[in-house]
């Protein structure tokens, strides 16, 4: 049986295109023309592979990557977002919900055939290592973009086994996280990218917060909490103006089961497992 794969396209010769190069790697390829059949469409088939125009004459393609990658059963299908808006504004809307790869047209059937191997690697892996869901957020330096994942994250969180209290715990690390993230990575630069990935597995809930900073180590800033005297610091930080960073990374640290900075310091790891059966 051959694998199903999706082309949506507004413009039917180039998606007809797509679809017979699809054909000619070995997918039975269906191809739409609008936007609203896609969701049902994904539903009902679950394709192994979306070729997805951002702009149809009905619906935002971005919209559609969104509810496609915040259902569970539709995240690990991997999006290739093909499209005429080719500017880095356009790859980055705020907040986005990722596309596995962005592929501006123009392209080449070799930009597009290395395309669709690094997302169907990228799918295998993850199955390989039992990963239930897969989402990349990107999002720029700003508080308000930081709370709407958040209430991502915790609609996501509802599909987990984690209780109330895990949930809300989580979420407050990644609100302190990303805050660092924009605030100490990225020094509230709002047109640079903060990059999260959520990632769901059978024992727990493992989130990644990234900046493109030099790098972040609490124990060397002179007015960052300290272990045994936590709270010394934030008459100075409020002086400064800053945030009381180092005290929410504490905070944080408390709150998962797991958090591991990289050798840099510009990439934390957050992992809460799931409660024991009771």
């Given at each position: 049986?051959?694998?199903?794969?999706?082309?949506?396209?507004?413009?039917?010769?180039?998606?007809?295109?797509?679809?017979?190069?699809?054909?000619?790697?070995?997918?039975?390829?269906?191809?739409?023309?609008?936007?609203?059949?896609?969701?049902?469409?994904?539903?009902?088939?679950?394709?192994?592979?979306?070729?997805?125009?951002?702009?149809?004459?009905?619906?935002?393609?971005?919209?559609?990557?969104?509810?496609?990658?915040?259902?569970?059963?539709?995240?690990?299908?991997?999006?290739?977002?093909?499209?005429?808006?080719?500017?880095?504004?356009?790859?980055?809307?705020?907040?986005?919900?990722?596309?596995?790869?962005?592929?501006?047209?123009?392209?080449?059937?070799?930009?597009?055939?290395?395309?669709?191997?690094?997302?169907?690697?990228?799918?295998?892996?993850?199955?390989?290592?039992?990963?239930?869901?897969?989402?990349?957020?990107?999002?720029?330096?700003?508080?308000?973009?930081?709370?709407?994942?958040?209430?991502?994250?915790?609609?996501?969180?509802?599909?987990?086994?984690?209780?109330?209290?895990?949930?809300?715990?989580?979420?407050?690390a990644v609100q302190e996280i990303g805050a660092n993230a924009i605030e100490w990575g990225h020094?509230?630069?709002?047109?640079?990218?903060?990059?999260?990935?959520?990632?769901?597995?059978h024992e727990k809930v493992s989130i990644v917060v990234r900046d493109t900073g030099p790098g972040?180590?609490?124990?060397?800033?002179?007015?960052?909490?300290?272990?045994?005297?936590?709270?010394?610091?934030?008459?100075?930080?409020?002086?400064?103006?800053?945030?009381e960073g180092g005290f929410g990374i504490l905070m944080a640290r408390g709150l998962v089961d797991?958090?591991?900075?990289?050798?840099?310091?510009?990439?934390?790891?957050?992992?809460?497992?799931?409660?024991?059966?009771?």
């Amino acid at each position: 049986m051959k694998r199903k794969a999706l082309v949506v396209e507004d413009e039917a010769e180039v998606g007809l295109l797509l679809a017979e190069y699809l054909g000619r790697l070995g997918f039975e390829a269906t191809l739409l023309t609008e936007g609203k059949p896609v969701i049902p469409w994904v539903y009902q088939h679950g394709p192994e592979l979306i070729l997805l125009d951002l702009m149809l004459p009905d619906l935002d393609g971005y919209d559609i990557c969104r509810q496609l990658k915040l259902e569970p059963k539709t995240n690990l299908i991997p999006i290739i977002m093909v499209t005429a808006l080719g500017e880095p504004k356009d790859k980055i809307r705020g907040l986005e919900v990722g596309a596995n790869y962005y592929l501006p047209k123009p392209f080449t059937e070799k930009e597009l055939t290395r395309a669709i191997h690094l997302v169907l690697d990228w799918r295998r892996d993850r199955l390989s290592r039992g990963t239930r869901g897969e989402i990349h957020f990107a999002m720029n330096s700003a508080t308000r973009y930081l709370d709407e994942l958040n209430d991502l994250l915790a609609a996501l969180f509802l599909f987990t086994r984690l209780t109330q209290e895990q949930s809300q715990q989580l979420a407050v690390a990644v609100q302190e996280i990303g805050a660092n993230a924009i605030e100490w990575g990225h020094r509230n630069q709002v047109d640079r990218i903060v990059t999260v990935t959520y990632q769901i597995d059978h024992e727990k809930v493992s989130i990644v917060v990234r900046d493109t900073g030099p790098g972040f180590n609490p124990e060397q800033l002179p007015h960052a909490a300290h272990e045994d005297d936590p709270l010394a610091h934030l008459k100075l930080r409020e002086r400064l103006g800053l945030r009381e960073g180092g005290f929410g990374i504490l905070m944080a640290r408390g709150l998962v089961d797991e958090l591991h900075y990289n050798d840099r310091g510009n990439k934390v790891q957050l992992v809460k497992y799931f409660a024991a059966p009771a």
